[in-house]
């Protein structure tokens, strides 16, 4: 081949390299922000990159010179020596907006991902589609997308990350990824924009309003995780995706084999002091979890929404298990109607990619009244008890302190057959709390006797040793009473056991 000719492809990619040039280049470092390549140095392992389409432009002739690579980068690169396919919207690039083109180098990715059988993650900040391009008629041909999207749904993890206005269509691919992060103050997830909101409904209102990162992240848990930085968005992809295997086809990755805190003396000491005798009395779950686990590590998914309950990865021998467990901080550790979405969302992801599950159980049971029976409890909590009911993941449950009715089903309770079903002394059993049974069943008897304070803790004393573990134990409806200090032992062990006869393949999709 000619000089010439390599000249030439040499200079149309650096053309393609320099994105929209230095002027918007330096428009996007101004907003704080960085750009899609700067992005993927972050994401990726160093020099791991390998791009596909960089020549690509849009084909409407208006735009041709002005559409390095179509706005998108895309190919493949490596998380922690593992392979991944990624696309990542240009913000040089006409603001981001998506052309027909980048959109068919997306789609190129996502069968590749399914074919390879890799992850696959989208970069997205792309306000909506190219309107020049999709205009009229055309816009028929769109919304491949979301047919790819459940084509991979349980087969490979996918994740999106909002960098910037993810209205419309990316925001689609956000809800059907099993990882979102989202970066507060720039990133926006949402069905339309301000300015389409304003034309359909004459309403005056924000990004930040319609779908900004505590909207998202909080409030609705659209978003998984809240990154302060976009550095600390990419940091949070490349955790979630260490606990996960590349398909479903494959075991989770083992890390090394780690000490927990609770190995040493002084960890076990701690866990038996943290969890107070007092069933009334609050505790943080999160240290519980951290004296349990390797190296007091772990990753929580949607710590900012639903905080009465903890979801989150960790490690135990190096191996990667799923954890549920109530937090009596919040509501008491009641389930609420965010809560039980949440919970199921996380059994599914754990069982679709045969990660084994955990749960910590203390919880009262699921939040009653008026107010949340219009969020269609009833239906969310049946969503829940499938899930749990359905998955074939290993599954460990210790109870704590409370066991109380239907919530002591939904995570993990003797019905759902677990592997390991065990309690701590504390743990107390019960179809409702103490004080409404006896509310309930012994209300008239207490109003007559001559004492009714003493009559009523004479037959709560009596409640208490009849839904006591060791009544439970007695009747064979747990396998064992533990010490506290005994608890990540028990979870080995019985992990342990299972690995042996687990198998890999595809099960069902993830419903978001």
Known sequence: MDDDNLGDLESRRRAARAMGGEKSVAKIHDRGKLTARERLALLLDPDSFVEIGMLAHSQHEPLKDRTPADGMLAGSGKVDGRTVYVTADDGTVLAGTRGRVAEVKNKRVRDLALKHEKPFIALMEAGAARVQETYGATAAGLGY???DHLKMSGRVPQVGAAVGPCFGGPSFTAAQSDFVSIVEGTG????????????GIGLDTTSEEIGGGKMSAVETGQAGYLAESEAECMASIREFLSYLPSSCNEAPPRATPRPAPVDSEAGCEAVAKLVPENHRRAYDMHKLIALLVDDGDYFELKRDHARSVITAFAR???????IIANQPLRQAGTIDDKGSAKVR??????????????????CPGFLVGPEIERQRMVSLTGRLLNSIFDASVPLVTIVLRKAIGLAYIALGGRAVNPDLLVAWPTARFDVMGPEAGIELVHGREIANAPDPELARDEIRGRIEEESSAYAAAGMGLIDDVIAPAETRACILDALERCRRSQTFGWKHRIDP
């Not at 135990?316 to 799923?322: A, E, I, K, L, P």
């Not at 754990?350 to 910590?360: E, M, R, T």
């Open 145 to 147: 997308r979301f047919g």
């Open 345 to 362: 969302q996380f059994v599914d992801l754990c069982d679709a990619f045969h990660i084994p599950l955990v749960s910590l159980m203390d």
């Open 188 to 199: 926006f997830l949402g069905m339309s924009g301000p300015p389409v909101v304003k034309v």
């Open 316 to 322: 135990m021998d190096g191996y990667s298990v799923g």
